[in-house]
């Protein structure tokens, strides 16, 4: 059954139980399963109440232990005549600078490749990718979102892990990596490294025209690029203001898990 799902076989479906494992059955009984007792119901809409921009933080949390700071593009800030261009957008941006420990090694290093210091990320975020036919979509939607920045990511809060060898098989095709988010972000895993590539500055300058959030974090980090060794730190800061607000410690992760109802395994967080 799972193999029939995974092949988008829309007969089967499945759910999780109590013990986090997967049950399944036949899509005609659908109306019989939606109806199972009061309590178990309850719990079910509890898991359903999260939304996917809620899951942004966690991702944030996650992209910020490994040095990248991150923003949320909300697509419907766009111009409207790109509204209907929903595979252009990215869900979350992201900059790192690579930066040398010493002083004196990291100004060489900038005086010699400073555009190489600096590295664009792109995020495709979902829920849930349960099936084959799911996997498509979302990953060729990550290629699309992300062909400007040097790296783009898939992620997603659960999936179904018999899909992991057709992951590994579109990362190698299309360098699209792939991070597993975890209600604790710092348990997440990456699966896939996604390729390096050069920028696509055609498509850079479309989303900075139809979207301000966007064309915000480029301008921020193009002056933190561009600024000398005394303001780069107070340049850095000022891209780090403008990123999204996320929980940093365990306990903070922990509230915000429960008051946004996402569901973890409770040895997931201290």
């Not at 109806?35 to 509890?46: A, G, I, L, N």
């Not at 700071?69 to 595979?87: A, D, G, N, P, R």
């Not at 600078?97 to 210091?117: G, V």
């Not at 340049?235 to 429960?258: H, L």
């Amino acid at each position: 059954m799972g193999d029939m799902i995974k092949n988008g076989d829309v007969r089967i479906r499945r759910y999780k139980n109590d013990n986090n494992k997967y049950c399944y059955y036949l899509s005609k009984f659908s109306e019989n399963i939606e109806h199972r007792d009061e309590q178990e119901s309850t719990k079910s809409k509890k898991t359903e109440t999260y939304h996917e921009r809620d899951l942004h933080p966690l991702l944030c949390s996650y992209l910020s232990y490994n040095g990248i700071m991150s923003k949320t593009i909300f697509h419907e800030k766009s111009t409207k005549v790109e509204e209907h261009q929903k595979w252009v957008h990215p869900d979350i941006v992201g900059a790192k600078f690579e930066e040398r420990k010493n002083k004196t090694s990291n100004s060489l290093f900038n005086a010699l490749s400073k555009k190489d210091s600096l590295k664009l990320y792109s995020y495709e975020l979902k829920k849930s990718i349960d099936n084959d036919y799911e996997l498509k979509k979302c990953f060729f939607q990550a290629v699309s979102n992300s062909s400007w920045a040097n790296s783009g990511y898939l992620v997603s809060f659960d999936i179904n892990e018999e899909l992991k060898e057709e992951l590994a098989r579109l990362n190698h095709s299309f360098g699209i990596g792939f991070i597993l988010l975890k209600a604790n972000p710092y348990e997440s895993q990456m699966w896939f490294q996604a390729k390096n590539k050069p920028l696509d500055f055609n498509t850079i300058d479309k989303l900075c025209n139809i979207n301000p959030d966007f064309e915000k974090f480029i301008k921020f980090v193009e002056a933190t690029l561009t600024a000398d060794d005394k303001h780069f730190e107070s340049s850095k800061n000022a891209v780090m203001a403008i990123c999204d607000d996320f929980s940093k410690t365990e306990e903070e992760i922990k509230k915000y898990c429960i008051t946004h109802h996402i569901p973890f395994v409770d040895e997931e967080i201290s």
